[in-house]
């Protein structure tokens, strides 16, 4: 499952710096709303599913560093196969 996320000027909202950087939606139009600049990590969907907000829209996720360091910049806007 491909997860997205824009990269732009938007400040963590208070109380949630500790999560910055770890946003991710599984819809890249969303992703291009916070920023131009689109990063992507692709990821099993029983892990996906592990990272989802709860009481949030269903596409949206925190992800662990581990994860967010593998983030890729999009280049190919071509939707993933690969782990679908």
Not at 24 to 44: H, K, M, Q, S, W
Request: charged share 30%; net charge negative.
């Amino acid at each position: 499952m491909r997860l997205y996320r824009g990269i732009g000027e938007n400040k963590p909202l208070f109380g949630e710096e500790h999560l910055s950087g770890r946003w991710f939606t599984d819809d890249l139009e969303v992703a291009r709303t916070y920023g131009p600049r689109i990063l992507y990590v692709d990821l099993p969907p029983k892990f996906a599913k592990m990272y989802q907000l709860e009481g949030k829209p269903d596409h949206e996720y925190c992800l662990p560093e581990a994860w967010v360091y593998q983030a890729l910049e999009l280049r190919d806007e071509r939707p993933s196969s690969l782990l679908d």
